[in-house]
């Protein structure tokens, strides 16, 4: 992605679901570099939850056999943008987990562009959202195996919960191969919480919103399972589903 | 204990229940019986607060309450439990983190103090074992990957932990093995067969009624209860066929 010194409009495809007005308000944005060296591993963990715009850019390079694990908890912002690129080398490993959790007017979006350069690298792509009231929850990711990179195997699944028929997820993954023997899985989802499950759950005594809130913990759990804080994670997302039900 | 007086209910749009009339009181055990299409099932989620359920006319009074005014988790901490036909499976919540929230869920709603992990955990091994399930099962989600069987015995475990007042339970039944059925009858006994409470079970088979012996045996044929007796009841049906019975009501 090419983060120009010019706002964007809405003709950019990286920025075609955005709070334009917000975005505005934060432009431009920096860009974190980080490289893992070969054979390293690295974490991130990005927790959002503040209530002003935010917007970040996050650029990741993962060394020969390079390890990285990074988790997004963005829950609160009015706009909220985390725009993830990545570079995998040989035997390199990325992995993300992501919960967006949206209410009112907000507008909450991770863009990824992962690019497999090397022979036989793996990533995993989680990303949860849970939109309620008129918010707009977006995942853009782009997977690129570039020519040579054979033996990619990168996964992308992505699913939205729609707390209210206001609410807008948008969703689009994308795939570059031009590679030979890639695994690319990826699944994608829009949906509402089980009705019959919610009754099942409200027949023995939790409250509608009790009933929601454990359904949206298990809904979001993946995204947050075998992450290196994964308690506070958790915390923090069971706080944020509280507030916005 | 529960009063239904002339309660008329529509499923989408269409008529179900058509003046459905019954009393329970404490310390009996009631058996509603009926050929498929009847109006069982859609009594138990009528009482329950199923949405989807309309009632459009009559009255139910439950320990002196509105039911019907009620919320389905207000229901459940009036003392009102409902055991389903088909349990549903909800991935991701596990039976001990739902089950201690639901018990304290209803125990707030009665003004109690909650329960303690510990006090918890103590109870729902109690109940477990009552139904002869292993512990580690409810610390699985709810119902995903159990067996029918294995469904209907931990809709009683939750039975004995919540402790109601009232347990409706649609076919618990069907789907069950021998054992199986004779360990959930002796869990229904050993849970509600208590003076200040009351069980109405819905059944299709006279077979449950082996174990859980009812006080009174009911007829429900076409959104009505159309004959009242006692267990001899449930043995006739069983011999004759529903329509035989019905039919001699009917002239």
């Known amino acids: 992605m090419n983060v120009a010194m010019t706002l964007p409009t809405r003709k950019h495809e990286d920025f075609r679901y955005s709070d334009l007005a917000a975005l505005e308000s934060v432009w431009p944005i920096p860009t974190q570099e980080i490289v893992v060296a070969d054979g390293a591993s690295d974490t991130l963990q990005i927790v959002e939850t503040g209530a002003g715009a935010v917007a970040r850019h996050v650029s990741i390079t993962l060394g020969k056999g390079a390890k990285f694990d990074l988790r997004i908890l963005s829950g609160g912002p009015s706009y909220g943008r985390i725009a993830i690129d990545v570079r995998l080398a040989d035997d390199a490993d990325f992995t993300l987990g992501a919960a967006q959790l949206a209410a009112g007017a907000e507008t909450l979006e991770i863009v990824t562009e992962v690019t497999h350069t090397g022979l036989n690298a793996t990533s995993a792509q989680i990303v949860r959202t849970v939109l309620a009231g008129k918010s707009v929850g977006t995942y853009l990711g782009r997977i690129a195996v570039a020519r040579g990179a054979d033996g990619t195997d990168a996964g992308q699944s992505v699913r939205a919960m729609l707390l209210e028929r206001t609410a807008t997820a948008n969703a689009r993954p994308e795939l570059e191969i031009y590679a030979d023997d890639v695994k690319a899985a990826h699944g994608c989802a829009v949906g509402e919480l089980d009705a019959q499950g919610l009754f099942y759950l409200m027949s023995r005594g939790l409250t509608p919103a009790q009933a929601k809130r454990l359904m949206l913990q298990a809904f979001i759990a993946e995204a947050f399972t075998g992450a290196p804080d994964e308690a506070t994670l958790s915390a923090a997302a069971l706080a944020r589903l509280e507030a916005i039900l | ?251």
């Open chain 2, 1 to 251: 204990m529960l009063t239904i007086h002339n309660l008329q209910a529509t499923v989408a749009d269409k008529p179900i229940l058509k003046g459905l009339s019954l009393t329970i009181n404490a310390g009996e055990i009631h058996a509603i019986m009926g050929p498929n299409g009847a109006g069982k099932s859609t009594l138990g989620y009528t009482l329950g607060g199923r949405p989807g359920y309309d009632v459009t006319g009559g009255t139910v009074d439950f320990l002196g309450q509105d039911l019907l005014e009620l919320e389905p988790h207000e229901r459940a901490a009036t003392g009102l439990f409902l055991g389903f036909q088909y349990p549903v499976e909800i991935p991701g919540v596990s039976f001990v983190q739902f089950l201690r929230e639901a018990a304290n869920a209803q125990r707030k709603g009665r003004g109690e103090e909650p329960l303690s992990g510990g006090e918890f955990l103590k109870l729902a091994r109690e109940k477990a074992g009552l139904l002869r399930m292993d512990m580690d099962m409810l610390k699985r989600p709810v119902n995903v990957g159990f067996s029918g069987g294995e469904k209907k015995r931990a809709e009683m475990v939750q039975m004995g932990i919540l402790d109601p007042r009232l347990a409706i339970l649609d076919e618990t039944d069907s789907g069950l093995d021998i054992d199986a059925l004779r360990i959930c009858g002796e869990g229904i006994n050993a849970i509600m067969r208590k003076p200040d409470k009351a069980v109405l079970l819905i059944t299709h088979y006279q077979r449950l009624l082996d174990y859980v012996k009812p006080d009174f045996v009911h007829v429900l044929a076409a959104g009505r209860i159309v004959k009242s007796g006692g267990a001899d009841l449930a043995l006739r049906l069983e011999e004759e066929g529903y329509e035989a019975v019905v039919q001699e009501t009917a002239a």
